[in-house]
């Protein structure tokens, strides 16, 4: 019987990358990609010459049967996403689920995870926090909205530079402009930034500096 590791890939800065993750690249069989092209820079930055296949959000219902055969067979398989810890907002839940019905060992690799840092770096209560990643882009989002609006936790988001302030505009709209948030982009990168403060004073910040790169929103659960 075979096996799948799940490897966490930096999130930006690739001396992120553990020694781990980069010896078990190295010996696994087969390494599954979100993206071959994104991929392939960071396996040739760490001179791995595993073969790599790609498996996404699109690919990965058709595949995971033939994959599960492989590695019942014998062979030894590692997810990966573009960045960051694959199954979280990523593909890898249907290959890590087919693999546990089928008793094949998974062996998930700690490494970088962009909600991490910018839930600690944000100054808010991280003792209890609940993960949305990102909201449902039309239909059930109202739902979502109102269901979090009632949410004591700390909450996490996920979300695109372009949709940014039409997410934190949706934000004042249920939880009050007043409510405490933390905007973080470009984690680990050169140009990091978080910003803290009400939900008002961040959509007037980014109003005047529209954002870039990847965002994770933070915001205060109701008191």
Known sequence: MGKLYIVPTPIGNLEDMTFRAVRVLK????????????????LQHFEITAPMQSHHMHN??????????RMESGETLALISDAGTPAISDPGFLLTR???EKNIDVECLPGATAFVPALVNSGLPNDKFVFEGFLPPKKGRQTRLNLLAEETRTMIFYESPYKLLKTLGHFTEYFGADRSASVSRELTKLYEETVRGSLTEIIEYYTEKPPKGEIVIIVEGKK
């Open 27 to 42: 010996e696994v069989d087969l390494i599954l990609a979100e993206d071959t092209r994104t991929s392939g820079k960071l």
């Open 60 to 69: 990965e219902h058709k595949t995971v049967d033939h994959l599960v055969q």
């Open 98 to 100: 087919a693999c546990v």
